[in-house]
């Protein structure tokens, strides 16, 4: 009897402490909330890093919707400096969502004027403006044509920019901070063109060949020793192996062939001739998982992220198939990348380690 009154009495004391979270949810749940967002604020993200060279990625996809993979963006970090890599849809909510800013971003810089390579551009232009009182717009760097990508979307945003001045007044939102400074430069057609450099840091453009789409660039950041190269769009180019040489992560777009032929085998039973047609030309101006392995291979890198992830892996498993025999082709670590995967290459050090910020 004393243990069924035990059990009685201790199932009635946690029925009413349920009872009790669950009467008190909405102020419990408020009172995190608050706790979170201070802390969201309040937060230092290059604070918890090593000195070195780190990699996030905004976005891994395409022009493919993706659960999983939003628009081209890569987040590089050199120290306490944050760069990006083109500005597809969702930069601004994946590098939140990733602990970052907007409003913390040094330059901007674009492979090339494909739109889910600068579709993002508008909103980030904005949040970058509004979410630090920025006085001065952010240096955007690419290649020629820059200037009408640049000017059209500031002329876009014009009448939202006057919205948020009359509204929050000049000293909260300084008329002069929104936009991007064009810094745009001619590819060279052999070797590389430096557009940064200090003791510490270099950034590094150089002609990829994506056609009809010209011009085209890649980029290679190195950072006291350590090192990225960023392939932009391309077919597999010895001119990013050459750049590639030795570099510790090589982030390199990926298309694969049998699974976007799947595509264009669907469309056609679905009586779509112009599907069909965009799936079979898109396999003629990108690299395949394989062509990356062996880039990878015979340039000695330290380790391959594969991102630009065409088309998308909506199902378990089908990383396998989109990787092909990469695996076997590059012996190091390759990783098929998603959003929210990061990369951190600590100075005076050989360590690659990849993570997951969400």
Same mark, same amino acid.
């Given at each position: ?38 802390? =969201? ?239 079979? %030309? ?14 990878? =291979? ?42 929210? %995967? ?17």
């Amino acid at each position: 009897m004393k243990s069924q009154r035990f059990f009685i009495i201790t199932l009635a004391i946690l029925l009413l402490l349920v009872l009790g979270l669950y009467l008190l949810r909405t102020p419990i749940s408020l009172a995190i909330a608050e706790r979170m967002i201070a802390q =969201r604020l309040s937060a230092n993200p290059l604070a918890e890093l090593p000195d070195g060279l780190h990699v996030g990625v905004c976005g891994a996809g395409s022009p493919f919707p993706d659960d999983k993979r939003s628009g081209p963006c890569t987040l590089v970090i050199a120290g306490q400096r944050q760069f990006i890599f083109d500005l597809g849809s969702g930069t601004v909510r994946n590098l939140g969502k990733m602990g970052f800013s907007a409003g913390q971003i040094d330059a901007v810089f674009i492979t090339h004027f494909h739109s889910d390579h600068i579709d993002g551009m508008g909103e980030f232009l904005l949040q970058r403006w509004v979410s630090a009182s920025n006085q001065n717009p952010v240096p955007v760097y690419g290649p020629t044509g820059l200037e009408t990508v640049v000017q059209g979307i500031i002329q876009a945003y014009k009448l939202d920019q006057g919205y948020r001045v009359a509204h929050h007044g000049e000293a909260t939102m300084p008329p002069g901070g929104f936009g991007g400074v064009v810094k745009s430069f001619t590819p060279l057609a052999q070797g590389s063109l430096t557009l940064l450099k200090d003791a510490d840091l270099e950034i590094a453009a150089f002609t990829v060949e994506h056609g009809p789409i010209h011009p085209a660039v890649g980029y290679r950041i190195n950072y006291k020793g350590r090192s990225l190269l960023i392939s932009g769009d391309t077919v597999k180019s010895a001119v990013v192996q050459a750049q590639a040489r030795d570099v510790d992560l090589l982030l390199h777009e990926a298309l694969s062939i049998p699974l976007t032929k799947l595509l264009e085998k669907a469309a056609d039973k679905a009586g779509k001739a112009h599907l069909k047609k965009i799936f079979n %030309d898109i396999t003629n101006y990108h690299t395949t998982p394989e062509q990356a392995a062996e880039i990878a =291979r015979d340039a000695k890198v330290g380790a391959l992220l594969l991102n630009h992830i065409a088309p998308p892996l909506p199902l378990p498993g089908m990383e396998a198939a989109f990787l092909g025999d990469a695996g076997n082709i590059y012996q190091g670590k390759i990783r098929v990348g998603v959003d929210g %995967d990061f990369v951190s290459m600590p100075v005076n050090s050989k360590q690659i380690v990849f993570s997951k910020r969400f």
